[in-house]
């Protein structure tokens, strides 16, 4: 499976929205909605923010939504806080027991 | 406290081969699927290997005949035997679970153990 493709980079002012989209194929992104985010931070572990396309997991700010359409799934934080700075990892099942990451987004907060 | 802690890693030629531990604490170990997830410096993440509860195996092609992923539930200890070991196999190598069933997520990860492969 080749990976999924997210933008390098994106920027926001603290209290502004951002979207981080997630491409991926037909076979993947496309087929199932189980596409999570993961949130790592410099030096640590990643941190899991938003599965099966949309669920927040317990302890999770409500900034933080997931959706989809067609191949392509998103990650969208509101109310920007320079807490988010970080970089962001989509997931996707791809069939047969697989999974495929995306490349990874770094979030800048101006 | 729920966590996943791993050891094993090191510095290890290429051919060569190691061991990875990740001892699991705070949850039924056994109720849960089990997965090894690495990332080169600077570089994203790659799912390495997944064991379900029943012991199954799954691996992607790039690692698939050279990794082997297996789980000891009496105790809470996951593993990853690798062997045929290659420069491209540098990075850091997290324990993470999942639930049981389809690949959906992985909701707990351990902090990682460094594997180089270097002459």
């Known amino acids: 499976q080749s990976a999924l493709t997210q933008p390098a980079s994106v920027s926001g002012s603290p209290g502004q929205s951002i979207t981080i989209s997630c491409t991926g194929t037909s076979s993947d992104v496309g087929s199932y909605n189980l596409v999570s985010w993961y949130q790592q931070h410099p030096g640590k572990a990643p941190k899991l923010m938003i599965y099966?396309?949309?669920k927040r997991p317990s302890g999770v700010s409500n900034r933080f939504s997931g959706s989809k359409s067609g191949n392509t799934a998103s990650l969208t934080i509101s109310g920007l806080q320079a807490e988010d700075e970080a970089d962001y990892y989509c997931c996707s099942y791809a069939g047969s027991s697989a999974v495929v990451f995306g490349g990874g987004t770094k979030l800048t907060v101006l | 406290e729920v966590q996943l802690v791993e050891s094993g890693g090191g510095l290890v030629q290429p051919g060569g081969s190691l061991r990875l531990s990740c001892a699991a604490s705070?949850?039924?170990?056994?109720?849960?699927?089990m997965h090894w997830v690495r990332q080169a410096t600077g570089k994203g993440l790659e799912w390495v290997s997944a064991?379900?509860?029943?012991?199954?195996?799954y691996y992607p092609g790039s690692v698939k005949g050279r990794f082997t992923i297996s789980r000891e539930n009496a105790k809470n200890s996951l593993y990853l035997q690798m062997n045929s070991l290659r420069a491209g196999d540098t990075a850091v190598y997290y324990c993470a679970r999942g639930p049981h069933g389809v690949v959906t997520y992985f909701d707990l990860w351990g902090r990682g153990t460094l594997v180089t492969v270097s002459s």
């Open positions: 064991i379900g509860t029943a012991g199954d195996t």
């Open positions: 705070g949850f039924t170990f056994s109720s849960y699927d």
């Open positions: 099966e396309g949309s």
